[in-house]
């Protein structure tokens, strides 16, 4: 339950003002389809996240050492870095939507441009933390849920009410904890 949970809320936070969540406003807006829209990011995020938690998790297996677990922890705090950075997405930079329909435009789409994006490399991170697939990646879909289908139904209207800023250093601060709490219990000092 703990790896759920902490995947859930990391990847929720992370996922506010992220490049992905732009894209949900953009296709949403484009589109005009809700429900297809929100079924491709579903669909794209259990691929990408499921991967993304079985390499961590394999890594974790494969690479289980003192070192790995410090490297685990600096991720999680370099992630706090990261997140304070704000994403751009140029609707210029997206390929226009193919003509395979708004689901399969979406699913194609959030995969591809979440890879190598926070979200995923914090799936990454949390599948080796927890070394167990599915609830990270069920709390990382969660995540990316909560955060990506109030976008799709109301579009620019979050961009313009919710503080970003605020909601990255909560990220941050989130992501700094976990790292911080990895690194003090792998260098004992949590006993």
Do not use: C
């Amino acid at each position: 339950m703990e790896a759920l949970l902490t995947s859930t809320a990391v990847v929720a936070l992370a996922e506010i003002g992220d490049k992905t969540q732009l894209l949900a406003i953009v296709l949403a807006t484009r589109f005009k389809r809700p429900w297809p829209i929100v079924a491709g990011i579903f669909v794209a995020t259990l691929a990408n996240h499921f991967l993304a938690a079985l390499v961590g998790e394999q890594a974790a297996a494969f690479l289980d050492g003192l070192w790995f677990r410090y490297l685990v922890a600096a991720s999680f705090i370099l992630m706090a870095a990261w997140t304070l950075i704000p994403d751009t997405f140029d609707e210029d930079e997206e390929a226009r939507p193919s003509r395979f329909g708004p689901f399969v435009a979406t699913a194609i789409a959030f995969f591809i441009v979440e890879m190598g994006d926070k979200t995923q490399l914090a799936t990454i991170a949390l599948g080796a933390r927890f070394q167990s697939v599915l609830p990270v990646m069920s709390g990382t879909t969660i995540g990316m849920m909560i955060a990506n289908v109030p976008a799709v139904f109301l579009g620019h209207e979050i961009i313009k009410r919710v503080p970003l800023n605020v909601v990255r250093m909560a990220a941050a601060l989130l992501f700094l904890v976990i790292g911080l709490w990895l690194l003090a219990q792998t260098a004992g000092w949590l006993g």
